[in-house]
């Protein structure tokens, strides 16, 4: 009998990450959910989301993280009550909603449990055309994380970083995302709420105008839109 194949998959709660772990599962992978709780402003309501979409998903084993020290480093809209989450629009360069090297954390912790359970490939979901402008969702880092990830484990461990959405625009996302039958309902995207969204974060921004190109009503309820 085949060993099935194991793809771990980062899940925060939003759609981008929802939807790259409903393609891990298309693709023919069980799949281990990882969520980090790292003291972001929305944390109950991203770990509620994540708990449902991986019952959605029927994931065979579950991670929780929980991470304490990103509030200690600050730097981050996102971490730090002192630095207002912005509501002006998207704009140029690095927002200061960026988490000081986030994801490489996260993949980093992600290609041990890799590591652990012998998986194959370990899913994200990046986007870098239609993001923020973080830095650490550009797909040449990703790239560089998985040659660091193939360096730093035995020799025997072979983990694919795979990063379905990385040049999907959100428009495409929330489309695939229906095409896949995501409950987007169970996803939460704001920056600065956790029991309605706000609808002017740059992130429900970006939601926002993904449904709206898609043609279709986000399921959320939003305080504006």
């Known amino acids: 009998m085949s060993r099935?194949?194991?793809a771990i998959c980062i899940i925060s709660g939003g759609m981008d990450s929802a939807l790259s772990a409903a393609i891990a599962r298309e693709e023919g992978y069980q799949i281990v959910g990882v969520h980090f709780n790292y003291g972001q402003r929305t944390e109950k309501k991203e770990l509620e989301c994540y708990r449902k979409i991986s019952k959605d998903l029927e994931t065979v084993k579950n991670y929780e993280i929980d991470l304490d020290f990103f509030e200690?480093?600050?730097a981050s809209a996102l971490t730090d009550e002192?630095?207002?989450v912005p509501t002006g629009g998207i704009e140029e360069g690095v927002p200061v909603t960026y988490v000081p090297f986030r994801n490489g954390i996260f993949l980093s912790i992600a290609a041990a449990i890799a590591e652990k359970h012998g998986a194959?490939?370990?899913?994200?979901g990046?986007?870098?055309?239609d993001s923020s402008g973080y830095p650490d969702c550009r797909e040449s880092y990703i790239q560089a994380m998985e040659r660091a990830?193939?360096?730093g484990t035995r020799d025997e461990t072979r983990v694919k970083i795979k990063m379905p959405l990385v040049a999907m625009k959100k428009s495409q996302i929330v489309q695939k995302a229906l095409d896949l039958s995501v409950p987007l309902e169970?996803?939460?995207s704001c920056y600065q709420s956790e029991d309605e969204a706000c609808g002017v974060c740059d992130s429900c921004r970006l939601r926002l105008k993904g449904f709206e190109e898609a043609g279709v009503?986000?399921?959320?309820?939003?305080?504006e839109s």
């Open 126 to 129: 990046v986007v870098e055309e």
């Open 217 to 223: 009503k986000d399921p959320i309820a939003y305080a």
């Open 72 to 74: 200690q480093i600050g």
């Open 4 to 6: 099935p194949k194991i």
């Open 149 to 151: 990830i193939d360096l």
């Open 82 to 84: 002192s630095i207002e």
């Open 120 to 124: 194959e490939a370990l899913y994200i």
């Open 186 to 188: 169970h996803t939460w």
